[in-house]
């Protein structure tokens, strides 16, 4: 009931201008816009999507810290990758993890991947926005994995917790500090002040103070200018 409430705004849109969804859709299609055959290029597209965790992210710093950067950092893509294998071991009905829930999370992974796997410029994480929770799930099964795979024993039941409990901080710690020394750097800074269209801010703000009205605030990651 929630989610059709939430959907039925944009339903009765699409419904009185079928156009919006067809129209745009059109445009980015992965078949128009990309050189070579359609399944060439859908493959391909595949492929940088199920990279974008720890290979190569989106390229537009609009969408990413730093362009390029992969969603995740090598310890927490470590999680990660063991969290796939636990679910790819449930859907052969093996594991620690039932088969139904490995169903689930694969479908989840394919259906809201399509719309970056189909469209252009794949990675694109606005595209894509539908698979991020399921990487931090995904990492957490594989953190929950290795917990598992500890020693147990009265003597070894502290020792194991912290071991574990060190890990996911430490995951946690290099992806924080990661995004703090991205944030800091200048060419990013500049790549977004481009990206997010910062002059044409300025020339707002230009606009708005020789009026003396409106918003005075300035784009404050602006790169230097001569």
């Not at 009265?154 to 924080?176: C, D, F, K």
């Not at 060419?187 to 409106?214: H, Q």
Request: charged residues 15%; proline residues 6%; aromatic residues 6%.
């Amino acid at each position: 009931l929630g989610a059709a409430v939430v959907a039925l705004p944009m339903a009765i849109v699409l419904l009185t201008t079928p156009g919006a969804l067809a129209e745009r859709a059109g445009q980015v299609a992965v078949w128009r816009t990309e050189g070579g055959g359609a399944l060439a290029a859908l493959a391909a597209n595949a492929l940088a999507v199920a990279g974008m965790v720890l290979w190569r992210g989106d390229a537009n710093p609009r969408h990413d810290l730093v362009a390029g950067w992969p969603v995740l950092r090598p310890l927490a893509g470590a999680l990660w990758a063991v969290g796939c294998l636990v679910v790819l071991r449930g859907l052969a009905g093996r594991g620690r993890l039932g088969r139904a829930s490995a169903v689930a999370l694969a479908a989840w992974a394919v259906v809201l991947a399509m719309p970056t796997v189909l469209a252009e410029d794949a990675p694109h994480f606005l595209r894509g926005i539908g698979l991020q929770p399921l990487v931090w799930v995904t990492a957490g099964i594989g953190a929950a994995a290795l917990l598992d795979a500890l020693p147990r024993g009265p003597r070894r039941r502290g020792p194991s917790l912290g071991a574990g409990a060190a890990l996911v901080v430490a995951a946690i710690v290099i992806e924080a500090s990661a995004l703090a020394v991205g944030w800091g750097w200048s060419r990013a800074a500049a790549e977004r002040y481009f990206a997010f269209e910062g002059g044409a801010a300025d020339l707002a703000v230009a606009v708005d103070r020789s009026l003396g009205s409106g918003w005075r605030g300035g784009w404050a990651m602006a790169p230097d200018a001569p």
